[in-house]
């Protein structure tokens, strides 16, 4: 290894470690057998899981997200899709326009997104609904599966729907037949990371969120104003385990989806 | 009218035409090759027949009836495009079946067609294979056969030779010339391989800057260049600028040439229709005749090029192979036949 390589691998190091450091910090605090957070622990026991396993405004919390993040992939992809089909593939007036469109909310602080919302839903009734948070978390996850599914489906094999087109198959054929199953490994990325997107977002959340509705982001950022026990830690930790388990299961089926289809 | 005609066909795309009023006559069961270098409007043309892309102007007309607002699906049209396009995601066999279950053919019918297609282009027993589990020379018969079995009305064929290599490129020429003529199908065939157009086609269109430059058969083409593009384009040529003598006549290397002078003119003929005779043998009457100086002779395997230089520039005539190549150095006489002289004027750049 050359020296400027070696430096380089030194400081990629680091900022791996600066950035896993704190991760590091709040597993081992999940296992503290203390009352309240100390670093390092004490001791080390499974007495927060236990605790996180008997505490009813979380697991409601925790059960409401998942929920919400269930329904928004799903409508996301509903309308996502589709939207990007046309973007993809389609000739008509204003499609650049169109595009940049449907980029502005990913540039936009979800800061202000979740502002405007409050103020939009108030008169509505929307505050503190499932309807609310799921239309909430759209605003984030739409504009994503566009660009993502965009770019998927721009990215198929050359002529391979022309082809299927001089076989004979009608445009929605095409996409049923081709396009679609070709752009699988996309979609199921992509309806990973809009569950993930959901699951944690907070900004919009707090704003819309009330005691009626409350989302595990938003019940986890009030628990710690008001508490300061390593129950929030073990709660983490799970949290990383099942993020970790749906990444490896996309890893598998993308991958898997990748070596049959190319 | 013909079988297949395209009338006054144009593509523009802003301000740049890609195809500019391409008509062509083809009959039921020819093989017409489009031949032209990259950017010539073959493959819009071929795209435009089937349908993947809308003409600005002209008709096309299959078999009496228009199909110039037929979108793709609805044209029959067997279309091999150059990059393959197989369906990765499905067997080989379920490929060939493709444009069979969309036309909604029975079960049975279907298998029996696709085991035809796979025996037509002698891949019997890889259907349950995935494309990429295929060669190139493979996986271009797949989509050739998948084309075939839906038995349109014209087979496409763009570029679809240029990715093999020389040796599978010369095998599968003569598969499909004989798959062509075995079927009687309809076949245009796109590329800018002029051995291919040569010897895959009955005629030959050849394009230039979105124009057909000049249409017939190989040797139309061949021996009698219509312009001076296709007299380059297609297979080498000699060109020898022309000057004239003080009484007017045409020159090179200021030799007498028995042609028409011309002002801006290059004289062209084409190395194989050229001798290399002793400078002592007398001038035949209907012969062009010039002397120079050997520089070199390169044994290419099947001919022999003599590199010939005189006054005013260089010239190669090819020599059958076996014959006694003059030695470097010496003086010789180069004769060709009257009429293989042709004269373009230089195109202002």
Redesign the interface.
Known sequence: MTGAGRVLSSFAALVYVMILAPIVVVVMLAFSADNFILFPPSGYSLRWFNQLASNGPLLTALWLSVRIAAVVTLLSLVVGVPAALALAKGQFPGKAALTGFFLAPLLLPTLITGLALLLFFSPLKLTATLPGLVLGHMTVTVPFVIRMMATALANL????E??????????W?VVR??TL??ATPGLIACACLSFLLSFDETVISLFIAGPRASTLPVEMVRYVEGRTDPLIAALSVVLIVATLAVVLVVERLVGVARA??? | MSYLELAGLQKRYGNAVAVDDVSLSVEQGESVALLGPSGCGKTTTLRML???IEPNRGTMTLDGSEITRL?????????V???Y?????LSVGRNIA??LE??GASRSEIEKRVQEGLALVRLGGLEQR?P?ELSGGQQQRVALA??LV?QPSVLLLDESLSNLDAKLRDAMRHEIRSIQRTLGITTLFVTHDQVEALTMCDRIAVMHRGRIAQIGSAEDIYDRPATRFVAEFVGRANVLPLARDAQGRATVWEQLVPVEAAENADLFVRPQRMRIVPVSEPASGDAARLTGRVLRSVFVGDHVEVLVEGAGGQLTVEMPSGSAAPAEGSEVAIVWPRAESRVFVREAS
């Open positions: 094999p050359d002529d391979i022309a082809a299927a087109a001089t076989l004979g198959a009608t445009p054929r037949r081709v199953p070709l049959v289809g190319k | 089937a349908g993947l979108p793709a699906h609805k044209r029959n049209m067997g279309y495009f150059q990059s396009a197989l369906f990765p995601h493709f444009g969309e036309r995935r990429k998948r084309a839906i």
